[in-house]
């Protein structure tokens, strides 16, 4: 689900006003997308959804980058946090309330939460 997602955010991005004679953008059968890529399209989805929550710690949200803030949470943290970002916890509603968010995009935007937070941080296989 996270290749096909990133190919149509790759494919959008090649969508402007190109001449006629422009190639055809394709994608190799073996891409596979980078940790910039993933961060990119994850800090876009947080841009554009959870940052006015988690920026300012809204309704008592864990600010992004404040490690305090996160302090306490469940060893299984990553998880948990991803099926809170997708169902909704306490005032956070489901998918930051964009329900237009699919579970590629959610998980990515809260990957790149736990990476501006935890930077020093393991990658997650």
């Known amino acids: 689900m996270l290749r096909t997602m990133l190919i149509a955010l790759l494919m959008l ?3 402007g006003k190109a001449g006629d004679d422009a190639a055809p953008l394709t994608v190799p059968d073996d891409f596979e997308p ?18 006015s929550c988690h920026d300012e710690g809204v309704d008592g949200a864990p600010k ?4 305090e803030a996160w302090t306490g949470r469940s060893w299984l943290w990553e998880a948990v946090l ?9 005032a956070m509603p489901a998918r ?3 329900e237009s968010l699919d579970d590629a995009t959610v998980e990515m935007a809260a990957e790149y939460m736990l990476t501006k937070t935890f ?6 296989d």
Do not use: I, N, W
């Not at 980078?34 to 940052?51: E, F, H, P, R």
């Not at 992004?64 to 490690?67: F, K, N």
């Not at 991803?82 to 306490?90: N, P, Q, R, T, W």
């Open 13 to 15: 991005a090649g969508c």
């Open 34 to 51: 980078t940790d910039s890529m993933v961060q990119l399209a994850g800090k876009q989805a947080y841009d554009q959804v959870c940052a």
């Open 64 to 67: 992004t980058g404040d490690r």
């Open 82 to 90: 991803f099926e809170h970002a997708k169902d909704g916890y306490l």
């Open 96 to 98: 930051g309330g964009d």
């Open 119 to 124: 930077p020093d941080a393991p990658p997650a």
